[in-house]
């Protein structure tokens, strides 16, 4: 079975600095998929960042970057230059990409972690 | 990036009425569908998987006779939440999953129905 844990249920940040949100994972799927998703108060999945567990280098998309740490199983995910609408619950999940077995194509999410951006 | 849709996005009824929940994808074909349930300020639980053509996959522990789920077209899933009661009030979101050629797929969320159960 597959579990992802967020240990920080909340985090504070000053805005325009740089904060980091944990996630580990565990699976014992070779080929998996990581990804984090932001959710506002109005409630909508917004996609942030994907990592494969086969990918080289660490994932970047504008202010987003995955810190992705295999033998560590982690994927922290890091906001730089932190801004007021940043403001959310953020989740990591997981998907098992291997075809077969009842996971394949499933997301599991974390917890969640609240993130409070401060002006 | 490819939409999905939700129908209603809020919906207030009575105990003991049955409420239906639709999902669309709205450019492209979802063979797969995923249904999610979140209570405040909790993470989203998969309570089932939508296939087209067939019968849904539920979680362990989500009653079938209780959500029930269609996927009758490739753009559409329905899930009624039959009899409803106040526990089950909570944020109801469905994923829609394209797979495209080369074999890479995508989950594109909808926007999420509020239900609220008096």
């Known amino acids: 079975a597959q579990k992802i844990t967020q240990t920080q249920p909340g985090m504070f940040v000053q805005e325009k600095e740089a904060v980091t949100l944990d996630c580990t994972y565990d699976?014992?799927?070779?080929?998996?998929?990581l990804f984090w998703y932001k959710q506002p108060s109005s409630g909508e999945m917004i996609f942030l960042i994907y990592?494969?567990?086969?990918?080289?280098q660490n994932a970047t998309e504008g202010r987003y970057s995955l810190n992705f740490q295999k033998a560590r199983k982690s994927a922290n995910l890091v906001i730089s230059a932190s801004q007021l609408g940043d403001s959310a619950m953020y989740f990591c999940?997981?998907?098992?990409?291997?075809?077969?077995?009842?996971?394949?194509?499933?997301?599991?999410f974390g917890q969640g972690t609240i993130l409070t951006v401060h002006p | 990036g490819a939409v999905v849709s939700q129908h209603p996005s809020r919906v207030i009824c009575k105990s003991g009425t049955s409420v239906k929940i639709e999902c669309r994808s709205l450019d492209f074909q979802a063979t797969t569908m995923f249904w999610y349930r979140q209570f405040p300020k909790q993470s989203l639980m998969l309570m089932a998987t939508s296939n087209e053509g067939s019968k849904a996959t539920y979680e362990q522990g989500v009653e079938k006779d209780k959500f029930l789920i269609n996927h009758a077209s490739l753009t559409l899933s329905t899930l009624t939440v039959t009899s409803a009661h106040p526990e089950d009030s909570s944020f109801y979101i469905c994923?829609?999953?394209?797979?495209?050629?080369?074999?890479?797929?995508?989950?594109?969320f909808g926007p999420g129905t509020r239900l609220l159960v008096l």
């Open positions: 990592q494969g567990s086969y990918d080289q």
């Open positions: 994923s829609a999953r394209e797979i495209m050629t080369g074999g890479d797929e995508t989950q594109y």
């Open positions: 699976t014992s799927d070779p080929s998996y998929g």
């Open positions: 999940a997981m998907r098992v990409n291997s075809p077969g077995g009842t996971s394949y194509g499933k997301l599991t």
